[in-house]
Every structure is written in C-alpha cells, then in structure tokens.
C-alpha cells in the first residue's frame, strides 16, 4: 500500500479509501448474488471459476502506470465484487457435497481463510530479508488466484447434494429470515461478526500499546500479530470435529460465550506488563473468537432448504461484513478517545446480542 501511494502519488488518506473500497465491492456483489441468486441457479463451481478469473484480472488492473486514485478505487471494488462469488459460494459447494459432517468441512474452508488473514503478518515480518517488490505481489495473487479457479472448475463438479433452481427468486431474502431457525443462527453469526473483524484489526494497535509501555519486552509485533491470528485456523477445523459430539449450536455458543468473555476481562491483561500472559490471553482469545464461525454458518445452511442454501449463506455473509464496518469504525473513533486497554470492551456487545439472539429459539442441531 505505502509503494502505492509513491508510484501513483497519492495523499495518505487513500489507504483508508481503497482498503473500504474492497469491503464495500464485496458487500455490493453478495448483495446482488442474493437477490438475483446466482449461486442457486447456475453451477457453482462455475461462478467461482468465473469470479477467481474476474478477482485476477482486476487485481491485475494496478499495474495499469496511468491509473489515478479514482481508477483504483474502482479496480479494489470490482476485485471485492468479485470474492463475492468466492467465500459464500465455495460454503455453497462444501454444504453440496457433506449432508452430515458440515460443520467439519467447512472448519477446514474458514480455517483456511483464517491462515490467508494473518498471512500478511508474517509478510511483513520476512520482508525484511527478503526483497520483495509490489508488482510482484500483484502478479503472484492474480496467478493464486486463476490457478484456484481452475483447481475448482476441474476437480470440483457439483455436488450430489444440489438442488437448483429455475428462475430468479427475487424475494427469497425475505422469505429465508422468515424461518425462526434461520434468523437464531443469523443473528448468533452477526454478532460474532461485530466482534471478530475488529479485533484481527486491532490486534498489532494493542501489541504497539504493550510495546510502548514496556520497552523492557523485545518481541515482534508483526509475527505474533501471525501467531494470535494464524492459529484460529486450527480452532475452526477442532471446532467443526467438536461440533460433532457435543452439537452445532452449543458448541458454537461456548466458542461465542468465550471470546466474548475475552473482551470484558481485556482491560485487566492489557494494562499488564507480562509479555507471556498477554501472549497466551490474546492467543486464547484468536482461537475462540473465530472458532464459532465456520459453525454458524453450518446452522445458517442446516437451517436453509438445499435449493436456497447458496442465496442464505450470501446474504447473511453480506449482512455480516457490513457490521464489520461499524464496530471497525466505532473502534477506531474511540481509540482516540479512551485507553486502548479498553478498547475491545466494546466489542462485547456483539457476543451479547449474539448469543441472545442464538438461544431465544431453538435451532436445529
């Protein structure tokens, strides 16, 4: 990002603008993806196939030496539009193929977008041995990102669980939340996502804070940031194996009762100055706090009729990552404001209404 704004000469304030341009494409794109669901009527392998081929070309787009800042907002969005037929349709496949064992399966896909998060941290933590030039970066994602598409399209057909549809449904948004079982896990999945964003946000800002007040502490802030974030990878996948033995829903409401427990007793760790407990609280807390997600979206797809199933997990990915937005943004207009030891109390909020949200009705196990 900062090579960005040397090669196109832009003012500081465009980093915030095209890290939210690629937030809001893909909020747009599952937005669209659900009222016209695509993901139900046409084969899903394909559209992933076509929007990893579209993700790449426009991510592509960068390189373009004429570009201006609004060229390049326009080429983050549409590079956002483009994962909408990624994240929520690659659920759709996996909930296609396993009709026991969903929660486990889609432990491994989250899991692996976990590792693709913190991925960036350990990035910055060998690029300082290892010379690495943005152009190149751009090249390798986009090849990433076409050679995935072709893996999906060749050695991924759909699945014998699936169930299309003929014709657009335009008010099948509506009449999925209509289900009480729907909405529980709905609602369970929004709460946990005004949590989770913010907090992989905020995780190297706290580091920086335990940093600055004890100079004493030599550590690296970027590959613990790795560590505390990577390692969530392994609880959704544990989580989808425990799921199995004590339940979808309970299991994924003690992963949210936890993480949001985190958030109320982090001013007591944060405020610290014990390196080895702040490190093992904030690597309890990344476990936890992302442990529950591929597990909500099992009950949103459990919950769902098969022919639907590809519209509800869009949409609701769409609704969560919109809250994303606003607790990132409440966190960081507070930040200014109060100590950062106090920060992701705020953050509780979301695991309150959460679990609220998931235990008024029963949903299915």
Request: hydrophobic share 50%.
């Amino acid at each position: 990002m900062t090579d960005l704004l040397v090669q196109f000469k832009l003012a500081p304030e465009a980093l915030g603008h095209l890290t939210s341009a690629v937030q809001f494409g893909f909020i747009s794109g599952t937005l669209l993806f659900a009222f016209l669901t695509i993901s139900d009527r046409f084969s899903p392998s394909r559209v992933f196939f076509v929007c990893a081929l579209a993700g790449a070309v426009f991510n592509l787009g960068i390189l373009l030496e004429n570009n201006t800042l609004f060229s390049l907002i326009a080429i983050r969005f549409f590079t956002g539009f483009s994962l909408a037929g990624i994240y929520p349709v690659g659920m759709k496949i996996a909930s296609d193929y396993f009709h026991k064992g969903l929660g486990r399966s889609l432990g491994y896909l989250v899991g692996a977008l976990v590792v693709g998060t913190a991925l960036p941290h350990l990035l910055k933590e060998i690029s300082g041995s290892i010379e690495l030039d943005w152009r190149s970066v751009i090249f390798i994602t986009s090849t990433l990102a076409t050679a995935g598409g072709f893996m999906i399209l060749l050695f991924v057909p759909d699945g014998p669980f699936r169930t299309a549809k003929q014709k657009p449904d335009f008010s099948l948004i509506f009449k999925i939340f209509k289900n009480k079982e729907f909405r529980a896990a709905a609602f369970g999945y929004f709460g946990h996502m005004w949590e989770l964003y913010s907090f992989w946000a905020f995780v190297p800002v706290l580091l920086a804070f335990f940093s600055f007040n004890n100079p004493e502490e030599q550590f690296s802030i970027s590959f613990l940031s790795f560590c505390i974030i990577g390692l969530g990878g392994i609880a959704c996948v544990l989580g989808g194996y425990l799921s199995e033995r004590f339940g979808t829903k309970k299991t994924a409401g003690f992963a949210l009762f936890c993480s949001g427990l985190c958030c109320l007793i982090s001013p007591m760790i944060l405020s610290g100055n014990s390196l080895t407990l702040l490190t093992v609280f904030l690597i309890f807390w990344g476990l936890v706090v992302v442990a529950d997600s591929p597990l909500f979206s099992t009950l949103v797809a459990s919950n769902t009729e098969a022919s639907s199933r590809g519209t509800a997990l869009t949409i609701v990915n769409c609704i969560g990552f919109s809250i994303t937005i606003l607790s990132i943004q409440l966190i960081n207009f507070l930040s200014d404001r109060i100590q950062p030891s106090y920060l992701l109390v705020f953050l509780a909020i979301g695991p309150v209404l959460g679990l609220t949200g998931l235990f008024r009705k029963n949903a299915r196990k």
